[in-house]
């Protein structure tokens, strides 16, 4: 049996970024000209943050530890959900937009122990998570399913050529 090549993740628990509300919307003022209020969402190695503009719109703040890794999981996450929203049709995308900051190319911020972080901002997709929901009618399943078979139907099309 031959054995993957070991990384950071396996190494053991990551210590997400040492950032608060107060950094997350520091961030959103200063990279995406937004002035708005955060509250805490749930994350395994990231922080992640949902900020609730003036005008009600939301997004979702994304801070993670800055690695190689981490880098190409980004811009590997940015394309596919590009590649979705370029080849969706029949309205809202059930899947968040990236949003790009003022400034280009991947934006690096320290966290309070002087950490490198990558920072990202996308569309707050409004909703349960799967893992929330206690009782799953079948019905639930099916939805998933069709989403998922029309997901891989675009990786499949002529459209996803274009994005790829």
């Given at each position: 049996m031959s054995e993957s090549p070991s990384t950071e993740r396996e190494a053991g628990p990551a210590i997400p970024p040492d950032l608060g509300v107060t950094d997350a919307e520091r961030?959103?003022?200063?990279?995406?000209?937004?002035?708005g209020k955060a509250a805490p969402l749930?994350?395994?190695r990231d922080r992640n943050f949902r900020i609730d503009g003036p005008g009600g719109e939301r997004w979702v703040l994304k801070v993670a530890l800055d690695s190689p890794d981490e880098r190409r999981g980004h811009e590997s996450q940015r394309e596919v959900l590009e590649l979705l929203h370029g080849a969706w049709s029949g309205g809202d995308a059930p899947f968040p937009r990236v949003v790009d900051p003022t400034a280009a190319g991947p934006l690096v911020e320290?966290?309070?122990?002087?950490r490198a972080c990558l920072v990202r901002l996308v569309d707050f997709v409004p909703?349960?998570?799967?893992?929330?929901?206690?009782?799953?009618?079948?019905?639930?399943?099916r939805g998933v399913g069709r989403l998922l078979g029309r997901i891989?139907?675009?990786?499949?099309?002529?459209?996803?050529?274009?994005?790829?």
């Open positions: 961030l959103a003022s200063v990279h995406w000209g937004i002035d749930p994350g395994d320290p966290d309070g122990a002087g909703g349960t998570p799967l893992a929330l929901v206690r009782r799953r009618p079948d019905g639930l399943y891989c139907l675009l990786y499949t099309s002529d459209a996803a050529d274009e994005y790829t």
